[in-house]
């Protein structure tokens, strides 16, 4: 078997691989600028985290390929299997998962350059990458002494081993079959999340939505800044606060509406006025958001009331997030604070741009001064962005919603020159 891949250690990482493997945030301790590509790759299907990632895929695996020949699976049977187990998979996990396949799967598509067949690679990285032949926790020093004194494999293991390489060849030929879930299989798993699917009202379904005679979407828009203030006026009360990092506040509260997805709240200090802040936020999220691709206003419906759709890329090869929202913001009130409330509405004009359409079930920016010219910005988030777990959100939205707001505190710093000092 041909392993160039794996002996070549003048290939270096190329920069898209780079960022879509640092993008996964698995904080590996290994440095991603001096290692081959190969040894990366291997330390990167044998880290603790992605072998405790997988379990259930080995399992799958050795059914699939260990079956007597009486009762063996045909090859779509097969499909089911791992599909079906993928499913039971943490969302983070299956991520990656797709994220890895998908690439394992560029790298054979230029087997005429690297001699890299799916198997070649399956038998390099399915034993770290599906945690095969580890001795179990409890066994004794005698048990771990007999099972290698003959210094031969055992044979339950290398039958665990070619299971599992075959396994691992048949996902990265699949690749792009193996995630596209059948609808009657998700609807099984009797997901809460499902089940409460989120209505998308229009602009005149709004106004229905309170309990005032003759409301409009403008009243609703009102009604939300006002719960807004009442909110800053009593120091948010009755929200959890959560641990974050890089100096921002993070902290949630349950609804109550049916939903199972919380309300997240970030917070973080911004050396610009708020108005400036409230503009960067509104008119210049390219400059603070990489995945910023595509946007557009629908229809103006007031001064400072629009129709806005745009799009948020996402890491390849996962689908791209398209909004539709109403937003509105004011610059007046009270103490010289600045709003801006947004929220999903179904809206006739818009095609989907992106590849779902995500739903903007709640944000509210709240920029207070703070003195200095330092402005206090609080971001009030709920949002479903398709094809998550409660589970996920719970874990790991809450943080996302603080790296945005430490991003767009990030904008307004300086650029460090680099290089030593000059005397002038």
Request: glycine residues 4%.
């Amino acid at each position: 078997m041909n392993r160039r891949l794996f002996k070549n250690d003048g290939w270096e990482i190329n920069v898209g691989m780079e960022k879509k493997l640092s993008n996964l945030k698995l904080n590996n301790v290994y440095t991603l600028d001096t290692l081959p590509r190969a040894a990366y790759l291997k330390q990167f299907s044998g880290s603790s985290r992605i072998c405790n990632t997988f379990p259930k895929l080995e399992i799958i695996s050795t059914i699939c390929f260990c079956s007597t020949p009486s009762d063996n699976v045909s090859k779509e049977q097969r499909l089911q299997a791992v599909q079906a187990a993928i499913l039971l998979l943490a969302d983070e996990n299956r991520e990656v998962l797709q994220t890895l396949l998908c690439f394992l799967n560029d790298v054979v598509n230029l087997v005429e350059e690297n001699q890299m067949t799916p198997m070649n690679l399956a038998v390099c990285l399915a034993p770290s990458l599906f945690h095969l032949n580890l001795l179990k926790k409890e066994s004794s020093p005698r048990v771990i002494q007999k099972k290698y004194a003959t210094g031969k494999p055992d044979q339950k293991d290398l039958n665990e081993n070619l299971a599992a390489a075959q396994g691992l060849a048949h996902m990265i030929m699949e690749c792009d079959r193996l995630f596209e879930v059948p609808h009657e299989l998700v609807a099984q798993s009797r997901n809460s999340y499902v089940e409460a699917e989120i209505h998308v009202p229009t602009l005149e379904e709004l106004g229905t939505q309170l309990e005032e005679s003759g409301a409009t979407f403008h009243t609703y828009l009102n009604h939300l800044i006002q719960g807004l203030q009442k909110e800053a006026k009593e120091k948010f009360k009755g929200w959890v606060t959560c641990s974050s990092t890089d100096n921002t506040d993070l902290a949630f509260k349950k609804v109550g509406d049916g939903n199972p997805l919380k309300l997240w709240k970030a917070s973080v200090e911004v050396e610009a006025p708020p108005s400036v802040v409230l503009n960067r936020v509104l008119r210049e999220r390219h400059l603070w958001d990489e995945d910023f691709v595509q946007w557009k206003v629908v229809e103006t419906l007031d001064r400072q009331t629009e129709i806005y759709q745009y799009v948020l890329n996402s890491m390849a090869p996962h689908p791209s997030r398209d909004f539709v929202v109403l937003r509105t913001w004011k610059t007046d009130l009270p103490k010289g604070m600045c709003t801006l409330v947004s929220l999903s509405v179904e809206h006739e004009e818009t095609q989907l741009l992106g590849g779902v359409r995500a739903v903007v079930m709640d944000s509210q920016y709240l920029i207070e001064p703070c003195g200095s010219g330092k402005s206090r910005l609080t971001h009030i988030c709920r949002i479903d962005l398709k094809g998550h777990s409660p589970e996920w959100y719970s874990k790991g939205f809450g943080h996302l919603c603080a790296a945005e707001v430490a991003r767009i505190r990030n904008s307004f710093q300086p650029l460090i020159a680099e290089g030593p000092e000059t005397k002038i």
